[in-house]
């Protein structure tokens, strides 16, 4: 394994970590130790840039059927960025997998669009005051 590779991997496993005290999982069954590695991991990965700032990630899956059963599942993903509004995703899936795989790129592109408006305001800003 190359040291360039072994570097980033060494900083991923840390970034998970960090994240993974950080993260609440709510679910209505059991979510196994194997799956909710899998979510820190991933979120890490989604969270890049901005995991400094991240005081609480919320996962919450609930069962769209009820009681009668069925394979409909919602998973919510709530993130809270320090001195931020709380960003609040959703996606419905076939499972809680399924559903938190969903999640997962609309996590990402809403993460996208927030920093993109941060840009534009403050460029804009910038523009304003140098104007005579």
Request: charged residues 30%; aromatic residues 4%; glycine residues 10%.
């Given at each position: 394994m190359?040291?360039?590779?072994?570097?980033?991997?060494?900083?991923?496993?840390?970034?998970?970590?960090?994240?993974?005290?950080?993260?609440?999982?709510?679910?209505?069954?059991v979510?196994?130790?194997g799956?909710?590695?899998?979510?820190?991991?991933?979120?890490?990965?989604?969270?890049?840039?901005?995991?400094?700032?991240?005081?609480?990630?919320?996962?919450?899956?609930?069962?769209?059927?009820?009681?009668?059963?069925?394979?409909?599942?919602?998973?919510?993903?709530?993130?809270?960025?320090?001195?931020?509004?709380?960003?609040?995703?959703?996606?419905?899936?076939?499972?809680?997998?399924?559903?938190?795989?969903?999640?997962?790129?609309?996590?990402?592109?809403?993460?996208?669009?927030?920093?993109?408006?941060?840009?534009?305001?403050?460029?804009?800003?910038?523009?304003?005051?140098?104007?005579?």
């Amino acid at each position: 394994m190359s040291t360039q590779h072994s570097e980033f991997r060494e900083q991923t496993l840390g970034q998970r970590f960090e994240l993974e005290t950080k993260l609440v999982v709510h679910a209505p069954g059991v979510v196994g130790a194997g799956f909710r590695e899998l979510m820190a991991t991933r979120l890490a990965t989604a969270l890049r840039g901005v995991e400094a700032r991240v005081e609480r990630i919320a996962v919450r899956f609930e069962d769209l059927n009820g009681p009668k059963g069925g394979p409909d599942m919602a998973c919510r993903i709530q993130l809270a960025l320090g001195g931020q509004p709380v960003l609040v995703v959703e996606a419905r899936g076939l499972g809680e997998e399924h559903a938190f795989r969903l999640a997962l790129p609309r996590l990402a592109a809403a993460l996208e669009r927030r920093r993109r408006r941060a840009r534009v305001r403050s460029r804009a800003t910038v523009r304003f005051q140098s104007a005579p």
